[in-house]
Nanobody, 120 residues
Framework: QVQLVESGGGLVQAGGSLRLSCAAS????????MGWYRQAPGKQRELVAI???????NYADSVKGRFTISRDNAKNTVYLQMNSLKPEDTAVYYC??????????????WGQGTQVTVSS
């Protein structure tokens, strides 16, 4: 399978910034899209941002103007720059990838999650 490893989470004060990284590894033919989801305790997992191999992006309304997603296709790595963080951004952030294997199969893959905590 494809493995996704996140890094960059931590504890920050409101108004601060964090940068999350996610590297995909494995026998991958291509990655169609990579992105970030998050899940707070007692809440459903929600899309934060996603970026395609062509560079198209989509953001949740709650993070527009504050978060920026980017991708290094050569490294199969996606980044999430998070600025002006708010306490409501506190959640476990999960990396996501849609990847095609050499077998031709296309599947969804998830990282283990990284905790982001924003204090007041």
């Amino acid at each position: 399978q494809v493995q996704l490893v996140e890094s960059g989470g931590g504890l920050v004060q409101a108004g601060g910034s964090l940068r999350l990284s996610c590297a995909a590894s494995g026998i991958i033919f291509s990655i169609n899209a990579m992105g970030w989801y998050r899940q707070a305790p007692g809440k459903q997992r929600e899309l934060v941002a996603i970026i395609t191999s062509g560079g198209s992006t989509n953001y949740a309304d709650s993070v527009k103007g504050r978060f920026t997603i980017s991708r290094d296709n050569a490294k199969n790595t996606v980044y999430l720059q998070m600025n002006s963080l708010k306490p409501e951004d506190t959640a476990v952030y999960y990396c996501y990838a849609s990847a095609r294997l050499f077998s031709g199969s296309l599947g969804d893959y998830w990282g283990q999650g990284t905790q982001v905590t924003v204090s007041s």
